[in-house]
């Protein structure tokens, strides 16, 4: 059994990893104190293992592609009484091997070893192939 777990999120409204990063660049994409935070309704369960080495993993139009390191959980307070939940991440997206997975609401939990692998060094800069076809390659096992 692994000693982290990873979050699975749709990254809402991109179609592409640089939407997402364009979008981490906007001061609304980001806390009082500068880092990027992504903020949820939900609090997970199972913060201690989250916060000892997990990722959240950004789907693209029904495709893993891209990932965060998780660096913590803050209470957000958007001033409505509801408690959220700001996983801060990271500043560096790193790419990953494509990988399908399908509609879902929320966030889900996403084993280390159900996790797609990092993209070599080097590869983040290839063309990405569009999300379809990287889905469907997947699908069959050639990426």
């Not at 495709?63 to 390191?69: F, G, P, S």
């Not at 209470?75 to 091997?97: F, K, M, P, S, Y």
């Not at 159900?114 to 050639?142: C, H, M, Q, T, Y």
Request: charged residues 30%.
């Amino acid at each position: 059994m692994s000693e982290y777990i990873n979050l699975l999120k749709l990254c809402v409204g991109a179609e592409q990893v640089e939407d997402l990063l364009n979008w981490q660049q906007n001061p609304r994409a980001k806390g009082p104190d500068g880092r990027i935070r992504h903020v949820t309704r939900m609090w997970p369960k199972r913060e201690a293992e989250i916060l000892n080495g997990g990722s959240l993993y950004w789907v693209f139009k029904g495709v893993i592609l891209a990932r965060q390191r998780i660096i913590g959980l803050d209470e957000v307070d958007t001033g409505d009484g509801i408690r959220r939940c700001g996983i801060v991440l990271d500043d560096e997206v790193q790419r990953t091997e494509p990988a399908p997975r399908r509609p879902f609401q929320g966030w889900r939990y996403l084993k280390p070893e159900d996790s797609p692998r990092d993209l070599r060094k080097g590869r983040e800069s290839e063309d990405n192939l569009p999300p379809e076809l990287s889905a469907a390659l997947a699908d069959i096992g050639v990426i």
